[in-house]
């Protein structure tokens, strides 16, 4: 099993930044994808942002350029770091772990963008 907790979200004025992590325990194995998506209210998950174990990064369309996904392996732990945040990122925005056939899913954390 593998536990995921994330933490960073909040309350923030259009334009601004958060920095979101995701901290990794359990039976991590060494090559693993971890990413981020996020669930608006009335809205489907949707992915925002992945990065594999050789460190390739895939993101969504409307985060390019304002988002960064990164890791650090030996702390097993996963950020995000958002810039330029507009209102239409108002979403729970979840970690996601990924090992083989295996998926796991973070509780969630609130980021709320407004003025």
């Known amino acids: 099993q593998v536990q995921l907790v994330e933490s960073g979200g909040g309350l923030v004025q259009p334009g601004g930044s958060l920095r979101l992590s995701c901290e990794a325990s359990g039976s991590i194995r060494r090559l693993y994808t971890m990413g981020w998506y996020r669930q608006a209210p009335g809205k489907q998950r949707e992915a925002v942002a992945t990065?594999?174990?050789?460190?390739?990064?895939n993101y969504a369309d409307s985060v390019k350029d304002r988002f960064t996904i990164s890791r650090d392996n030996a702390k097993n732990t996963l950020y995000l770091q958002m810039r330029r945040l507009a209102p239409e990122d108002t979403a729970i925005y979840y970690c996601?772990?990924?090992?083989?056939?295996?998926?796991?899913w973070g509780q969630g954390t609130q980021v709320t963008v407004s003025s």
């Open positions: 990065i594999t174990s050789g460190i390739s990064t």
């Open positions: 996601y772990l990924r090992q083989g056939p295996d998926a796991y």
